[in-house]
């Protein structure tokens, strides 16, 4: 990097955007400058011929991008496969071919013919003499002991597409008349077959091809031939047509050469030109472009001193423009400043303003949004850490001295094995275990074996309330009792099962747990099912659960009983389902199924990645 003086350093930020911007105009102006002063010295002759390159390479691109396309269209056809086996007579019996004909060649030529009808036509020699002659399809034996076949021949053996120089177009027959001449474009077809190799021609009309030289001109009065390499004129625009017959000899008397590179000056009828051949190797023929002298070497405007005060104005318009810019640019810069100063004194609500979409508004944007999350953060956390107290005090209040009661429920359960109540001491046995777990609360992780574990246990106590009239199954897999849960995740919803499912229901309510595994393109997913036959619940009230898990925790209110109760310390639906989108995020959910009278399902499905 280039030092600063020290000096510089010192400068406001406004001072030094402002030099920065003078620096950058001063460059252009100082630039322009001297443009000026070297076009009015130096002559503009190079420049003019400059122009004139530039315009013969342009147009010998161009046309060697449309002979590149028309080699592609050639190749194309010439490696069709249902062509090619239509040129054989091993594939297709009389009948068999007129039908390819009608159906896939005709339409398929009728096609390419139609897409270059402005260029040429086609032509298909062929040793398979089973095709009927059109305009398109000719005999090899028609031409084969012609000069120009034969030569043809020897060429593609060796590479191709061969291009054939410019001459008079044949009269084939079935073909169109092309007025003028032609060049012409040879693919073989089938030359892995030596002696059943057929041949693509593609004639391509020299005055529909070259029509682009009549709009392009040379400065004012300056013209593009096209003669070929033997100095014959093969092309030249109508405008220029009658008087450009000898042009081809007067330029090869002025010692240019038709297929090299070059230019030089010629005399024609009286003009002296400046000419300059572009050769086009595949047509072996050249562009020569001529322009009048006069034209290139005129007298040249001298408009130096009007170019002088034009740069003067320029220069301080634009310093000008570079010091209201500068403020603007500082002024919006000074208001990011002052709001980043509240924010570092605690104020996260401020919110700079944004108008546009320039690196500044994005630092705006980026700026409200830091502030937006530390404020949201600073909330966050300190609502968690209130939680967090409420929590800590309501398990203090909940387990006090766990291990008395643990010790007392121990002592009545030995009492009772002593006086052989072994109903009474399960269901001790029952409560104890369902008390450990309780206890610890549902922050925790149990393998899916102690989780249903814990619901026997509960089950088994419930049963000595109802008189046994529950009934509870589960259907799971031997490897998935590994897999780890939040603590009392499936307990609340067989006791939803209980005490909704048992109002109004008689007989033997049946509860049944099914546990499956289901693997996706995802990922696996771990899928519960949680059934009773208990007495449903109405449509109305299912409409608004469903609602409910919808909805985030702070968005609920009127919360249904159904719903949210907490029954003797079971957690409601809406709890599981806020626990498992904390605990397993977004791809955990939550469903619920019930009709009237035929029992309530839920499914959960959870993610297996969280659960080793």
């Given at each position: 990097?280039?030092?600063?003086p020290?000096?510089?350093r010192?400068?406001?930020?406004?001072t030094?955007?402002?030099?920065?911007?003078?620096?950058?105009?001063?460059i252009p102006?100082?630039i322009?400058?001297?443009?000026i002063?070297d076009?009015?010295?130096?002559?503009?002759?190079g420049?003019?011929?400059?122009?004139i390159e530039?315009?013969?390479?342009?147009?010998?691109?161009?046309?060697?991008?449309?002979?590149?396309?028309?080699?592609?269209i050639?190749?194309?056809?010439?490696t069709?496969?249902?062509?090619k086996?239509?040129m054989?007579?091993?594939?297709?019996?009389?009948?068999e071919?007129?039908?390819?004909?009608?159906?896939?060649i005709?339409?398929?030529?009728?096609w390419?013919?139609?897409?270059?009808?402005?260029?040429?036509?086609?032509h298909?020699?062929?040793?398979?003499?089973?095709?009927?002659?059109?305009?398109?399809?000719?005999?090899?034996?028609?031409?084969?002991?012609?000069?120009?076949?034969?030569?043809m021949?020897?060429?593609?053996k060796?590479s191709?597409?061969?291009?054939?120089?410019n001459?008079?177009?044949?009269?084939?027959?079935?073909?169109?008349?092309?007025g003028s001449?032609?060049?012409?474009m040879?693919?073989p077809?089938n030359?892995?077959?030596?002696?059943?190799?057929?041949?693509?021609?593609?004639e391509?009309?020299t005055g529909?091809?070259?029509?682009?030289?009549?709009t392009?001109?040379?400065?004012?009065s300056?013209?593009?031939t096209?003669?070929?390499?033997?100095?014959k004129?093969a092309y030249s625009p109508?405008?220029v047509?009658?008087?450009?017959?000898?042009i081809?000899?007067s330029?090869?008397?002025s010692g240019?050469r038709?297929n090299e590179?070059?230019?030089?000056?010629?005399t024609y009828n009286?003009t002296?030109?400046?000419?300059v051949?572009?050769?086009?190797?595949?047509?072996?023929?050249?562009?020569?472009?001529?322009?009048?002298?006069q034209e290139?070497?005129?007298?040249?405007?001298d408009a130096?001193?009007?170019?002088?005060?034009?740069?003067?104005?320029?220069?301080?318009?634009?310093?000008?423009?570079s010091?209201?810019?500068?403020g603007?640019?500082m002024?919006?810069?000074?208001?990011?400043?002052?709001?980043?100063?509240?924010?570092?004194?605690g104020?996260f609500?401020?919110?700079i303003?944004?108008?546009?979409?320039?690196?500044?508004?994005?630092l705006?944007?980026n700026?409200?949004?830091?502030?937006?999350?530390?404020?949201?953060?600073?909330?966050?956390?300190?609502?968690?850490?209130?939680?967090?107290?409420?929590?800590?005090?309501?398990?203090?209040q909940?387990?006090i001295?766990?291990?008395?009661?643990?010790?007392?429920?121990?002592?009545?359960?030995?009492?009772?094995?002593?006086?052989?109540?072994?109903?009474?001491?399960?269901?001790?046995?029952?409560?104890?275990?369902?008390?450990?777990?309780?206890?610890?609360?549902?922050?925790h992780?149990?393998?899916?074996e102690?989780?249903?574990e814990?619901?026997?246990?509960?089950?088994?106590?419930?049963?000595?309330?109802h008189n046994?009239?529950?009934?509870?199954h589960?259907?799971?897999a031997v490897?998935?009792?590994?897999?780890?849960?939040?603590?009392?995740?499936l307990?609340?919803?067989?006791?939803?099962?209980?005490?909704?499912?048992m109002?109004?229901?008689?007989?033997?309510?049946?509860?049944s747990?099914i546990?499956?595994?289901?693997h996706?393109?995802?990922?696996?997913?771990?899928?519960?099912?949680?059934?009773?036959?208990?007495?449903?619940?109405?449509?109305?009230?299912?409409?608004?659960?469903v609602?409910l898990?919808?909805?985030?925790?702070?968005?609920r209110t009127?919360?249904?009983?159904?719903?949210?109760?907490k029954?003797?310390?079971?957690?409601?639906?809406?709890?599981?389902h806020d626990?498992?989108l904390?605990?397993?995020?977004?791809?955990?959910?939550?469903?619920?199924?019930?009709q009237?009278g035929?029992g309530?399902?839920?499914?959960?499905?959870?993610?297996?990645?969280?659960?080793t």
């Open positions: 990097m280039i030092p600063l020290n000096h510089f010192t400068y406001s930020f406004k030094k955007l402002f030099l920065s911007y003078m620096l950058i105009v001063l102006v100082s322009s400058a001297a443009w002063y076009r009015v010295l130096v002559p503009t002759r420049e003019r011929i400059l122009l530039q315009s013969m390479n342009q147009l010998q691109t161009t046309v060697d991008k449309d002979l590149d396309d028309m080699e592609k050639g190749y194309l056809i010439s069709n496969i249902v062509l086996k239509s054989l007579k091993r594939y297709y019996d009389e009948s071919i007129i039908e390819v004909m009608n159906t896939s005709q339409s398929l030529l009728s390419f013919e139609a897409t270059n009808k402005d260029i040429g036509q086609f298909f020699f062929t040793h398979n003499e089973t095709l009927p002659e059109s305009n398109f399809f000719m005999p090899v034996s028609l031409f084969a002991a012609s000069p120009w076949f034969k030569q021949i020897e060429r593609v060796s191709y597409p061969y291009w054939e120089s001459h008079e177009p044949r009269d084939y027959p079935y073909s169109r008349k092309v001449a032609v060049y012409s040879f693919y077809i030359d892995e077959f030596p002696d059943d190799t057929s041949y693509l021609e593609f391509m009309d529909r091809f070259f029509s682009k030289l009549e392009l001109s040379l400065a004012k300056g013209f593009v096209v003669v070929d390499w033997d100095g004129l109508s405008r047509r009658d008087s450009t017959q000898g081809a000899d330029l090869m008397r240019g038709m590179l070059g230019s030089g000056k010629m009286g002296t030109y400046r000419f051949v572009k050769p086009i190797e595949r047509l072996h023929t050249s562009f020569v472009g001529l322009v009048p002298i290139i070497e005129g007298p040249w405007s130096k001193y009007i170019f002088i005060v034009l740069i003067v104005l320029l220069t301080i318009l634009l310093a000008a423009l010091y209201l810019l500068s603007l640019l002024k919006r810069l000074v208001g990011i400043v002052r709001s980043v100063r509240k924010i570092q004194n104020n609500q401020v919110r303003p944004v108008r546009g979409e320039d690196e500044i508004d994005w705006a944007i700026i409200n949004s830091m502030a937006g999350q530390i404020d949201d953060l600073i909330n966050r956390v300190y609502k968690s850490q209130v939680s967090q107290k409420e929590a800590e005090l309501s398990a203090l909940a387990q001295n766990p291990h008395f009661l643990f010790n007392t429920l121990e002592t009545l359960r030995m009492m009772a094995e002593a006086r052989n109540e072994q109903k009474l001491s399960d269901a001790l046995t029952a409560l104890g275990s369902m008390m450990r777990i309780t206890i610890a609360g549902g922050n992780a149990v393998s899916l102690n989780e249903i814990h619901i026997r246990d509960y089950v088994y106590i419930q049963n000595l309330l046994n009239r529950i009934s509870f589960c259907d799971i490897p998935l009792l590994a897999y780890r849960i939040p603590n009392l995740l307990q609340p919803l067989v006791e939803n099962s209980i005490i909704h499912g109002k109004g229901h008689s007989g033997i309510l049946t509860i747990i546990i499956e595994e289901e996706l393109p995802t990922g696996s997913l771990l899928r519960f099912e949680v059934m009773d036959n208990g007495c449903g619940i109405s449509p109305e009230k299912l409409e608004r659960i609602k898990l919808v909805l985030k925790k702070e968005q009127n919360v249904p009983d159904e719903v949210q109760a029954q003797r310390g079971g957690v409601g639906l809406t709890n599981v626990r498992i904390y605990t397993f995020g977004p791809l955990a959910e939550v469903k619920i199924q019930s009237p035929k309530t399902t839920i499914i959960m499905k959870l993610p297996t990645s969280d659960m």
